[in-house]
T-cell receptor, first 112, second 116 residues
Framework: QQQVKQSPQSLIVQKGGIPIINCAYE??????FPWYQQFPGKGPALLIA?????SEKKEGRFTISFNKSAKQFSLHIMDSQPGDSATYFC???????????FGTGTLLAVQP | DTGVSQDPRHKITKRGQNVTFRCDPI?????LYWYRQTLGQGPEFLTY????????KSRLLSDRFSAERPKGSFSTLEIQRTEQGDSAMYLC??????????????FGPGTRLTVT
């Protein structure tokens, strides 16, 4: 019940395209859903996060869409750039614990 | 730089040796977390502290692992009698509990451990 399932495992888009990464969770006690961006050899960097009381959140070119009834959420990257090429992780937080439960990651390549 | 820092960045050790890693959180943050990340996977929770108290430990944290945060500031993670399966990136994160965005965890650059 603690899992967060993430798809796709990898994604290739052209510059200017809109990659979409999807996550599904099982634990209905989760109350915070962040997305992290990680470059090779670096630690994960907090990108954007959402609480389950809203259905969408935008920050710059990054948008989270949240569907509480389906227990799913997704990250959209508008006008993607080669510099967005990285691994993206979704996560869930809450319930009886203060830890983050991460998905398995999506390796995004944005081709120029 | 006022972010989370970790030292060393890389550590190569022989099986059976002990290693210790250090994490310095963002200065006003009262919660500190340790995660482990293996290649191609997301970070997995190991343990966390609120101030100097260790409040939760994962089943991943075997008896060979110990973590401390003696004065509620920096933390150390020690692995005794290292095994090849301990090879991973060890990540530290911190957060400010009790404020509006207390769920936000900020990660350091990690310590890459290779056990030969």
């Amino acid at each position: 019940q603690q899992q967060v399932k993430q798809s796709p495992q990898s994604l290739i888009v052209q510059k200017g395209g809109i990659p979409i990464i999807n996550c599904a969770y099982e634990n209905t006690a989760f109350d915070y859903f962040p997305w992290y961006q990680q470059f090779p050899g670096k630690g994960p960097a907090l990108l954007i996060a959402i609480r389950p009381d809203v259905s969408e959140k935008k920050e710059g070119r990054f948008t989270i869409s949240f569907n509480k009834s389906a227990k799913q959420f997704s990250l959209h990257i508008m006008d993607s750039q080669p510099g967005d090429s990285a691994t993206y992780f979704c996560a869930g937080h809450g319930g009886a614990t203060n830890k983050l439960i991460f998905g398995t990651g999506t390796l995004l390549a944005v081709q120029p | 730089d006022t972010g989370v820092s970790q030292d060393p960045r890389h550590k190569i050790t022989k099986r059976g040796q002990n290693v210790t890693f250090r994490c310095d959180p963002i200065s006003e943050h009262n919660r500190l977390y340790w995660y482990r990340q293996t290649l191609g996977q997301g970070p997995e929770f190991l343990t966390y502290f609120q101030n100097e108290a260790q409040l939760e430990k994962s089943r991943l944290l075997s008896d060979r692992f110990s973590a401390e945060r003696p004065k509620g500031s920096f933390s150390t993670l020690e692995i005794q009698r290292t095994e090849q399966g301990d090879s991973a990136m060890y990540l530290c994160a911190s957060s400010l509990y009790g404020q509006g965005n207390s769920y936000e965890q900020y990660f350091g650059p990690g310590t890459r451990l290779t056990v030969t």
